[in-house]
């Protein structure tokens, strides 16, 4: 029997939820900013995931020898013995208790392990900078990605793990001699074939040393496990395989999303490698353009005088392109954004423009939302900038001020109420005005820079006069799904193509761009795998202008910069919208731009994954038991309809890419048919075989993936009703797997749109293994296992800080590895147990769990236990007496009085929030109320946004995070209806954590008053 893997045990998921936090706002170099894809995982979970997937548990009992002997080399001698220690004193938990110096234990600090710094300073209850707050040596840390020692480490336990695997008697000599070996190799090949000076030609002996690094790199890698993900994306997990050493295999059904893969993943550590030109050479091949990038000294081009030694040989290329483009554009830049005054223009904010309704008025309004033009944070309100609107009759005019300005704006869900005359011209009119006369817009104000400084002007006729008019540019013909209204309401404003998202003065620009791309194309032999690379980064220039560059971007006020519309997965409608300068300074501009995707170039430099094509995932795409694992993230439902949105990119990239990447680029938009979600539109409307859609194909998927694969399916799933989880845990069983290791992890930061907080949201990883169902079970017997496995399971994440959903839901996988070491579940009356009922149980028992740690004061019990059988519905008198009386002890009168139940006639419902201390600012303040007093008076400071308050409950009320009012608050996150109570439950459970901190870091300055640091 095989050890189990180390993901079926143990991970160490604080540790690895800090950083995966702390992913999500790394800029520079980072995956997310080579190109957009909708829902990336972040790099630490993956990296995690991966390597837990493929190294066995130390501690069990039948873990191989050798692979014991290499966990005590490498990470208990030397430097290892005292980094990868574990904690004396667990540091985020309440209890003092060292962790055992044990194997598994010295494996999890050496995935994820909090530095010395965040110890203490958790153990003070201070917090740390994100970037401190893990040890220098651990894995996942971000400075990590490329650091050869600790990647040595990671690949060599990889590789005596999976060698073990194939040969249980190799001891640890043999194995680590033989990784030394073959992993020794490829620097060796790499320095000979690197030092070759101008192995850009291919000559016999570029050849020969490029054979020699391709073949030492596949004699290590043939003895590395292969790890594939089914649902790519933009490419996170296969990157991070792929950085572990593995063969790592990575397939996505969208168009769009293969091509990123392949930019982020394959060609980055393929071809972004040194190189040496001869000057002559150099010169030749570059000439004036390339000597000047050359001479930069952020470049670290080296020139001795006789050799150009280039440290990255595609990222100076796409650079030298994009340069050259560039230099060829700037008639285009000068014409098309004219400087006046010796002003250059950054940004020409316009807004789109309709006629009130009253005939009376007929006003032209600009249709302005708002009217700042700069709030820069740390600018003194005094400094403000604004457009101020002047009335005269109904023609408005504006000028420039600084300061402060209140007024509301003129277009507010999409109902226009006229300046004017006050008149409110609802949307529907407001549509008909679009579908007649689209082009009715104007130019506001203009934000250019002269010498380094900013300066706002509203253009008069001369300067109007001065743009040139451009009356038509082909754009893109293709039809947008107009009936998917969910993510893309602009097209129910008559935005039916996909090439009406652009102006035309937009377009002429982008198409421009273009154009070079294409005549760079006709220059190349793109028949070379090396050139098809750089005219892929050239396209994802080209795509990154293009998302800044629509009808439909935003102009973000606190930084002044431009923003793609695609905040929310989506593109919403917009009545305003800036057009920036692409070939000026601005940071979202063409170098900006360059500079991003030259920079994830540079900084990746791992072994390269494949992605063979794009097909759907119940394609097999390799042989049967082929592959050792899968590590993948699927989609989640209805969240995001990643080939409608992926449209946006794919008719501009099959423009340059289709004759390069045919089989890629073959359909005239993404496939849609076979992509596994749940979207009604695609379905006449009808939810329900949209579900059945998703179901069907999410079943045949995992069906494909336990054929091919031997070893752990390790499946990342962030959402958190019962319903996508029953699908995905019938997918799981339905392919003969069942669910061995379930782990919720912090993956998200998404921002609180109250008091600019940032919330965090938790995904869940499960473990699953091919496996044997067998014999039939009680569902009595069933249950009384659930119950006791998620008490267990509740007890530890609640230490764990984990809270409300996403304890629910983490239960959910220890739930169906219970329920899937059977062919059937039957209840006393014979009748089959569906994953769904069990779902509900385990939910219902992690509440119930949760419940037990509700202090025994009757009338909050009262409230839980309620709403947990009945919801916030109407009820009657005699029900609710029953249950005050048999239930928990308390008098029905008495709850009323309370307002903890309204009456209302002859029936009665629980309260809210508000109807419960609503009335009465001092209910829920003292430690002496009822719980959920205190509890329904957080929520309403919460919701009004009333910090102060907030933070004088927590401090008095509830400063650790076991007292029992965040008991309650998770209790009903997981009972309460949507609504505003639910809500605030969110919100507040979400930034626990931080306010308990911020208790904690107060400062009392004068008795009764507390302040705190910002
Ligand atoms: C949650 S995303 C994966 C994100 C990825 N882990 C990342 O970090 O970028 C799910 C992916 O599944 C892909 N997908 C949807 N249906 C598919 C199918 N039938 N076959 C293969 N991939 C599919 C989508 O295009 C999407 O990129």
Known sequence: MKAKKLIEVALPIKEISAESVRDKSIRHGHISTLHLW????????????????????????????????????????GLGKLHYKPYKDIPYTSIVDEMEDNRRNRLMMFIGKFSETCQTNMKAGKSTSPKEQLDDWCLIKWENKNNPQILRIARELIFVAYQNDKRPDATWEQLHGEFNRLYDAIPKAEEQLYSIPNRHIETEQVKQAEASLQSAIEAFQNEMPSVFDPFAGGGAIPLEAARLGCRSYGNDINPVAHIIERGSAEFPQKYGKPIVYSKAEFEKKYGVEGIEIAQDSEKNVIFDGKTYKIPNRLAFDVEYYAKKMYNELENLSS??????????????NWAKVARCSNPTCNAEVPLLGQFYISKRRGTPKKDWVFL????????????????????????????????????????????????????????????????????????????????????????PQEPMPIEYTQALPSCTWGIEKWGQLFSTRQAYVINQIKDKVLSIKQDLDVNLEYNKAVITYLTFLL??????????????????????????????????????????????????????ITAYINEEDSFASHFANSSSGEQEQFARKSMTSVVTDPPYYDAIAYADLSDFFYVWQKQILSDIFPEIFATPLSPKAEECTALKHRHQGNYDKAKKHFEDKLTEIFDAIELQTTDIVSVMFAHQSTEAWTTLCNSILDARMNITGSWPMDTEVSIALKADKAFLESSVTVACRPSERKGYADFGDVKHNIRQLVKHEVEKLYGLGFRGADLLTACFGQAVSVFGHYKLVETAEGEPVSVGQLLEFARESAAQALLEGVPGEPQTKFYCGWLQMNGMGECDFDDVNKYTRVGVNVEIRSLQSDKLLITEGSKQHLATAEEHVGSNPNWGTQPTDYMISQVHRMMLAYRGGNQELLYKLVRELCPQSDAPQWRVLDFLSGHLPEGKDLTDVRGLLSSAEMLRQKCKDAIVHKVGELQFED
């Not at 829902?39 to 390597?51: G, K, Y």
């Not at 002997?69 to 001698?77: C, D, G, K, Q, R």
């Not at 009759?393 to 300005?405: D, M, P, R």
């Not at 529907?428 to 300066?455: A, I, W």
Request: proline share 8%; aromatic share 12%.
């Open 38 to 77: 909708w829902a990336r995982r972040p790099l630490p979970v993956c990296r995690a995931i991966v390597f837990a997937s493929l190294v066995p548990d130390p501690l069990d009992e039948n873990c191989p020898e050798a692979f014991n002997y290499a966990v005590e080399m490498l990470l208990n001698t």
């Open 388 to 475: 101020k609107p002047h009335i005269e009759g109904n023609k408005i005019t504006f000028s420039i001020e600084h300061g402060e300005y209140q007024d509301e704006g003129w277009i507010g869900r999409a109902n226009l109420k006229c300046p004017c005359c006050g008149n409110v011209t609802e949307a529907k009119l407001l549509k008909k005005q679009f579908l007649g006369y689209k082009d009715s817009r104007r130019l506001m104000y203009v934000v250019s820079e002269n010498k380094g400084k900013r300066t706002y002007t509203i253009p008069d006729s001369n300067y109007l006069n001065a743009l040139p008019q451009i009356d038509k540019t082909p754009v």
């Open 335 to 348: 014409y098309m954004y004219p400087s006046v005054n010796d002003s250059t223009p950054l940004v020409y």
């Open 543 to 596: 795509d990154r202008i293009i998302v800044r560059y629509t009808e439909f971007g935003v102009w973000h006020v606190l930084q002044e910069t431009v923003e793609h519309p695609f905040g929310r997965q989506a593109i919403p409608m917009k009545f305003s919208y800036p057009e920036m300068n692409p070939f000026s300074e601005l940071s979202g501009a063409y170098w900006g731009q360059l500079s991003a």
